[in-house]
């Protein structure tokens, strides 16, 4: 291969990631279709299904779960409908305290138990809870339900050392109430039904398997999805193909592609110890190949690198399980104009 093509070749794949981002960008913003597609193409099968009752706390894994507006359900196990607050009411995550992911949740009917290594496990019941106050994320007001001083003492002993300076607290409604972050709304798909309980951004995630295994290619230690706390794992399609899919169906369950995940330093916390990677990583690769160059959209993404995309439930509640199988919408032709041009 001679110089010249060898270095036109470089540079597509060097350019490939951040291309994608300008081609989904255009094509989000000139395509908007409101309806499903009525063909469809099968890119893989769900590989992975996790709900995060408590955000920034541990996993559940779990065979089968309902898909409703707010997100991942099951009796009273919710997606992120519980999360921790400081004494001001302000979201407390795992960036700023790491060993948040080693508390294990489980839910029995309704009663919510956490474990941690070294503490007696501490359990309340969400039916039980009374009483509403204003907690937030992000800057954003959010209802919540206090858990109780017991729950609020465990949490700030395991975290803090100390007897105070946490609460639990429970999402009361049923539906979302935040409006889109200021900073999102450059992502034209971006719809306040979408925003959840407690998430940082919308009420879904889903990884692709074959981009984290590309991941692991450029980075010494490898990372799993769970690095990325998705509710949806896939596998069987192509590294990142996922950038450029738009209505996406796992089983009988349809969703859009509103964004692309903006990853922060969460990313660099073993989900298994609770400590932060002293490299930075897998950030700091992440930020050389998958950040978004688009003049539009950076100054709101602020440098941030992306990993998975975030989706909207665009149909009725269903039930997606395990091995399912994950389909992306065929594009459709476009229809011609009634008045053929001059």
């Given at each position: 291969m001679d110089r010249t093509r060898l270095a036109y070749v470089s540079a597509a794949v060097v350019g490939a990631g951040t291309a994608v981002f300008f081609v989904w960008w255009w094509w989000t913003k000139r395509h908007q279709r409101h309806r499903p597609p009525s063909k469809w193409r099968k890119v893989g099968e769900?590989?992975?299904l996790i709900c995060f009752p408590v955000k920034s706390l541990g996993p559940i894994r779990v065979n089968s779960m309902e898909c409703t507006m707010l997100g991942l359900k099951s009796g009273w196990m919710r997606d992120r409908t519980l999360m921790v607050i400081d004494l001001d009411g302000q979201f407390v995550t795992g960036r700023q305290m790491p060993r948040m992911v080693q508390v294990s949740p489980s839910v029995a009917g309704s009663v919510l138990t956490l474990k941690a290594p070294g503490m007696m496990s501490v359990s309340v019941d969400l039916a039980r809870l009374r009483g509403r106050f204003r907690a937030a994320v992000w800057g954003q007001a959010v209802p919540a339900c206090d858990c109780g001083e017991e729950v609020a003492r465990w949490l700030?002993?395991?975290?803090l050392q100390e007897d105070t300076g946490l609460r639990l607290v429970y999402y009361p409604l049923d539906k979302p109430s935040r409006e889109v972050r200021?900073?999102?709304?450059?992502f034209p798909l971006t719809d306040s039904k979408d925003t959840g309980a407690y998430p940082d951004a919308t009420s879904y995630t889903?990884?692709?398997?074959?981009?984290?295994a590309d991941l692991n290619t450029r980075i010494e230690e490898p990372v799993t999805p769970l690095h990325f706390r998705p509710n949806f794992v896939v596998k069987g399609a192509e590294p990142l193909e996922e950038?450029?899919?738009?209505?996406?169906?796992?089983?009988?369950?349809?969703?859009?592609?509103?964004?692309?995940?903006t990853r922060c330093i969460f990313t660099t916390v073993d989900p298994e110890t609770g400590k932060k990677n002293p490299k930075i990583e897998p950030l700091k690769t992440l930020r050389k190949y998958r950040e978004i160059t688009d003049p539009e959209i950076r100054p709101h993404t602020l440098g941030s690198p992306v990993m998975?995309?975030?989706?909207g439930l665009r149909g009725?509640?269903?039930?997606?399980?395990?091995?399912?199988?994950?389909?992306?919408?065929?594009?459709?032709?476009?229809?011609?104009?009634?008045?053929?041009?001059?």
């Open positions: 769900l590989s992975d700030s002993r395991f975290l200021s900073k999102n709304q450059v889903l990884e692709n398997e074959a981009s984290i950038d450029t899919w738009d209505w996406i169906k796992i089983g009988n369950v349809v969703f859009r592609n509103v964004k692309p995940c998975g995309i975030h989706l009725p509640n269903g039930i997606v399980r395990l091995g399912d199988p994950v389909y992306v919408g065929v594009p459709e032709e476009p229809e011609p104009p009634l008045v053929s041009p001059p």
